[in-house]
Structure formats: structure tokens, C-alpha cells
């Protein structure tokens, strides 16, 4: 990922949940610019002696949660309260997300790390009247508060490693592929790992844009209400989250998973799109053990919700119904939009449709591994009037008795 594209990243998180934020080194320098600083820190760090106690903080909270494999939650010497969620990448610590600058209500959780008195007192920040003053008007949150956001961030973060580490995989077997080309004998290896990278990116792509305003989404939430349904955002996030990084190596999943994390997508959409759609999943709990290939379903409904639900100011609609049919399982994602025309659906299934100047792939891609693992005849179906408000339907056709092994 790109330092301007991570600092994008750090400047909207730390807008939406109100907390500031930088990213730091093993030794805890930072390496982003800092958002969403307090005038208090900020003067803090202007001081060298102040601010190298600053990144000793940092980095032992660093190594804190590195070591539990958690976010950790400390106070630093400051007595303001942090918290860091570790940077991994294929088990090298990269550094550590830090936010917080807080004080909490009740600072006496047994969770809570205490480095407030790791210095001696001689010439510290409470010897100045003015810092003692920027300090009293330091914000107060709640631990809960703090934690949903910090675990929040801790799987923002892991994804945001593991995309970059995709992209860079997906670049490095493209230039293998292409020395590869030249060899005439060696093309059908070619074809295999051009294959099996298209389905590595595919399995790491979230839209951006979605992350950010599931983010916003969450901030708004949490200045609004105390905040019940604010957990219930953080945890259907997270379980996203989870179920994209912490899948099995297999490229199969049981239909109810991947029902689960679509139904947690939709749910995050409706607390943002409020009433302009509604959305309506049958899944029978039969079907729940079906093996389908991991995230099939979740780009078809992006789409829908793309080009179908975003453009309609109200009154959107998409429904996702599971049924066997002999053999297979049915899963149809019908949306109520204005259709797509006999070209365009061509185009869309090929690979060819435009948007902007860029391809749009994500069809494409499910239509080909549908065909990988079944057979050519399962191929995606889409199925449109294209008439105002008569919708799009696209359809997936499952064996129900597919045998991974045969893979």
C-alpha cells in the first residue's frame, strides 16, 4: 500500500471514531504523520526529552500487544491512555498502530498497562502550569468504548498488511509468469499460476470506499447513542474482517459462512444507506453445509448494491434466496434497478465491461471459477428485462454433492 494511500486510511479512522492515531516503528518513531493530535501532545513531543519518553511508551506498548498477539491498552507516562494494535507481516513486527490520547472513566481495569510512572518525576510535563491546563481538557471516554475501537483497528490493520502483501505476491508472479512465457515447454505451468493469482487477489479485494464509510459510520454512531448498537457495528465489521483473514487455506467454504459474512456486508450498508434500501436473505438451514467457493457471493452483491441501490434515492431492494434444485443449489441476488442491457451483460461476463476508464472484473472472475471448479455449464447466469425497476437477476448453480478432493 502507498504512504499516501496509509495515511488516508489514518486520517479517516481517526476523524470517525474522534481519537488521535499514528503509526509507528518497533522503536516507536513515527513513521505516518500524526492525525488528530491534542495541543497537549502535540506540545509534549515539541520538547526532545518529552518526546523520546513519548516513543519509549509507544514502543513497549508495541511490544505489548505483539507479545499477547492483542491490541494492548496502556497508560503512558503522560497518564493519557493508548492503545496499540500490532504490525505483522508473515511474522515480522513491522511496528504498531497507536491511538487513544484519552482519559477513561474508570482507570483502574485490570487490563489496563500502566507505564505513567516508568520515569522520575524530576522534570516532568506536570512541572508546567500551561501543560496542566491543556491536560484538564483532555477528552474522557469509556474502556468499552476504547476497546471495540481498538480491536476494530487491529483487524483494519491486519487487512491492510495482508492486502499489501497480496499485491505484491500478484506482481512478483507476474514477472515470473512472463520470463515463464518465453519457455515453450513450461506453458502449462504458466496457465497455473496466472490462475491461482488471479483467485489470491481476488480473495484479498474489499472496496476502499466501503472501509471508509463503515468507518464514518461507526464514529457517527458512537457520539449518538450509548452505544449498543455501535457494538453491534463493531462486531459485524470484525467478523467480516475475520472471515476474509482468517479463512482456511482451502479455497471452499459451507454456503453458511459465506451467507453470514454477506448478511454482516448488508447490514453495515443499511446503518448507511438508512431507508433508501431494504434487503431480504432465505437460506435454508439444510443448504447451510454446502461447500461453495470462498467469497463467490459477496462481489455480486457489491455489484448490486454499485449500480443498482446507490444511483436510487429510496426504495432500493435486494433479495438473496437459496433453494435446491435436484442436484444443485440455486442462489439467486435479485436487485430492483434499472437492469443491464444483452451487450452490456456480454461485456460483463467476459471481462470487457468499462467504468470509468477500468475494467470491471469482478463478474468475470466468478463466472470463470465457477466454471474452474464445476464445469463449464455452471458458469454465471444473468437475467434482465432491462426496464426501469424490473431488476437484474444473477444466478449461481452449486453441486450439492461436489467432492473437493477431485480438485
Known amino acids: 500500500m502507498s504512504a499516501d494511500l496509509l495515511q488516508k486510511v489514518q486520517d479517516n479512522f481517526s476523524a470517525a471514531v474522534g481519537v488521535a492515531m499514528v503509526i509507528v516503528d518497533p522503536d516507536g518513531a513515527p513513521v505516518t504523520k500524526p492525525s488528530g493530535f491534542s495541543e497537549f501532545c502535540d506540545t509534549v513531543r515539541a520538547r526532545k526529552d518529552w518526546r523520546e ?74 512541572e508546567d502550569t500551561a501543560l496542566l491546563g491543556l491536560h484538564d481538557r ?100 470484525a467478523d467480516m474482517m475475520r472471515y476474509i483473514l482468517k479463512r482456511s487455506g482451502s479455497q471452499l467454504v459451507p454456503l453458511r459462512t459465506e451467507v453470514d459474512h454477506v448478511r454482516n456486508y448488508l447490514y453495515l450498508l443499511k446503518l448507511r444507506l438508512g431507508s433508501r434500501f431494504d434487503f431480504f436473505i432465505e437460506a435454508p438451514e439444510e ?30 431492494q435486494i433479495e438473496i434466496t437459496l433453494y435446491r434444485d435436484g442436484k444443485h443449489v440455486v442462489l439467486d441476488v435479485v436487485d430492483n434497478g434499472p437492469g443491464i442491457s444483452p451487450d452490456r451483460r456480454l461485456e460483463v461476463l467476459r471481462g470487457e465491461a468499462d467504468h470509468s476508464g477500468r475494467k470491471s472484473i469482478g463478474l468475470h472472475n466468478i463466472h470463470c471459477r465457477m466454471r474452474q471448479y464445476f464445469g463449464d455449464s455452471h458458469g454465471l447466469e444473468i437475467v434482465s428485462p432491462f426496464r426501469q425497476g424490473r431488476g437484474t437477476l444473477v444466478r449461481l448453480r452449486i453441486p450439492v454433492d461436489f467432492d473437493p478432493c477431485g480438485l
Open 138 to 237: 483532555i477528552g474522557t471516554i469509556s474502556y468499552d468504548r476504547l476497546r471495540s475501537a481498538a480491536y476494530s483497528l487491529y483487524y483494519i490493520a491486519a487487512h491492510i498488511v495482508e492486502e499489501s502483501y497480496a499485491n505484491g505476491v500478484t506482481q512478483e508472479l507476474y514477472a515470473n509468469n512472463l520470463r515463464l512465457a518465453e519457455e515453450s515447454q513450461r506453458r502449462a505451468e504458466l496457465e497455473r499460476l496466472l490462475r491461482e493469482a488471479e483467485l489470491q487477489a481476488l480473495s484479498y479485494q474489499v472496496n476502499p470506499h466501503f472501509l471508509f464509510n463503515v468507518l464514518n459510520t461507526i464514529g457517527r454512531l458512537a457520539l449518538i447513542e450509548g452505544a449498543p448498537e455501535t457494538e453491534a457495528t463493531v462486531h459485524a465489521f
Open 53 to 126: 519518553r513519548c516513543f519509549h511508551c509507544d514502543a513497549v506498548g508495541g511490544r505489548t500487544a505483539l507479545s499477547s498477539g492483542e491490541p494492548a491498552i496502556y497508560k503512558c507516562h503522560c497518564r493519557l491512555v493508548d492503545f496499540a494494535a500490532p504490525i505483522i507481516m508473515r511474522g515480522e513486527y513491522l511496528g504498531a498502530v497507536i491511538c487513544g490520547q484519552v482519559k477513561l472513566a474508570d482507570d483502574s481495569h485490570p487490563d489496563l498497562v500502566d507505564l505513567s510512572n516508568i520515569f522520575p518525576p524530576e522534570g516532568s510535563w506536570t
Open 287 to 316: 443448504l447451510d453445509r454446502v461447500l461453495c467457493p470462498f467469497m463467490i457471493l459477496h462481489p455480486i452483491v457489491e455489484n448490486s448494491i454499485n449500480y443498482a441501490i446507490e444511483p436510487m434515492e429510496s426504495g432500493g
